[in-house]
């Protein structure tokens, strides 16, 4: 039940002051604060309702009030910003389409090019965003909760490394990119840990980028298994 809906009810007034409406907003924004912050600085285990809570300086309660379970509280952090992120994708694809031809590198770039910037940003929100999506493959491990968010860039990139690399089969490109998927992800999480440090940590974006894009190729040169059994 929302904020000010329920007040309007314990009060018995159906239209409390805005100043409620905002007091509920205000306190469900910080606690998703909360939530992106801790899992961008320490992951996923350490996360409870009281350290969320302590984190946004809000009484515990207040998590179950809003939220509920901790699986509840990371769907929606994720969800939060997911649009954002997703249009930077989507746009970087739609370029690609509207040029009309693209290499491996071009939709790799598209995808994984919103987590370069934490070479250079600075602690925001938007930061600890990228690193909690970072952080996600660890959590989990079966892409569940990354498909329901980001199913629908992770479709596309597959249909756009289907125009650079057609001879591949589509068992073996949806392999390939969700290796490459998480070797960017994982490369995103050392720059998170780096604290903005990371061009002396990690390997340069344009260099892992490379990398990923030729194990793609290769897979054009892989035999396949009923044709090396013979």
């Known amino acids: 039940m929302p904020l000010d809906h329920a007040l309007g009810v314990f009060q018995g007034d159906n239209n409390p002051p805005r100043t409620e409406r905002r007091r509920g907003d205000d306190t469900r924004g910080r606690l998703l604060d909360a939530v992106e912050g801790l899992i961008a600085d320490h992951g996923f285990k350490p996360l409870t309702h009281r350290t969320i809570a302590s984190r946004a300086e809000a009484h515990v309660a207040l998590l179950n009030y809003h939220f509920g379970s901790k699986e509840q509280l990371i769907e929606e952090a994720l969800a939060r910003r997911a649009s954002q992120l997703l249009a930077l994708q989507h746009d970087a694809l739609a370029a690609l389409r509207a040029r009309g ?40 491990p079966s892409d569940t909760i990354l498909m329901r968010h980001f199913g629908s860039v992770h479709r596309e990139c597959l249909a756009a490394l289907r125009h650079a690399l057609p001879n591949v089969d589509d068992a073996s490109l949806a392999a390939g990119f969700r290796h490459c998927r998480l070797l960017l992800e994982h490369d995103a999480l050392a720059r998170c840990k780096a604290g903005g440090n990371a061009p ?31």
Do not use: M
């Not at 990923?212 to 059994?229: C, E, I, K, M, Q």
């Open 200 to 230: 002396a940590v990690v390997t340069k974006f344009e260099e892992l980028i490379a990398f990923l894009a030729g194990g793609l190729r290769a897979l054009n040169a892989t035999p396949h298994a009923d044709a090396t059994s013979h």
């Open 101 to 140: 031809d693209w290499n491996v590198e071009d939709v790799l770039w598209a995808y994984g090019r919103p987590f370069a910037s934490l070479d250079q940003a600075a602690p925001s929100a938007w930061r600890n965003y990228l690193c909690l999506v970072a952080r996600l493959a660890g959590h989990d």
